[in-house]
């Protein structure tokens, strides 16, 4: 059984900062590609960012040079660190891992996901 679990969510005023976590943990034999995928009220959930297990990384527009995604291979941890916040960053915010288990398919897994407020 693989988990993510995220944390690092909360309130924040515009133009602040965030910094969120997902760690993986179960029977893991590899993590491929790590990512963040956000939805708001009303809308579809999109992503945001994502990783592969070399490092090479992938942004939406709209928050390019203010998110930075990392991950720790030997932690199975991805963060993204968001900077200059703005209120339409308002959402859910869900860790998704393309996940190889000890003894099972190829998968992919999502957190429960964390509450991000950004206020005007």
């Known amino acids: 059984q693989v988990q993510l679990v995220e944390s690092g969510g909360g309130l924040v005023q515009a133009g602040g900062s965030l910094r969120l976590s997902c760690a993986a943990s179960?029977?893991?034999?590899?993590?491929?590609?790590m990512g963040w995928y956000r939805q708001a009220p009303g809308k579809q959930r999109e992503l945001v960012a994502d990783i592969t297990r070399s490092g090479s990384t992938n942004y939406a527009d709209s928050v390019k040079g203010r998110f930075t995604v990392c991950r720790d291979n030997a932690k199975n941890t991805v963060y993204v660190q968001m900077n200059s916040l703005k209120p339409e960053d308002t959402g859910v915010y869900y860790c998704?891992?393309?996940?190889?288990?000890?003894?099972?398919?190829?998968?992919?897994?999502w957190g429960q996901g964390t509450q991000v407020t950004v206020s005007s």
């Open positions: 179960g029977s893991i034999f590899m993590i491929n590609a």
């Open positions: 998704n891992a393309d996940v190889v288990p000890m003894r099972s398919s190829r998968n992919y897994y």
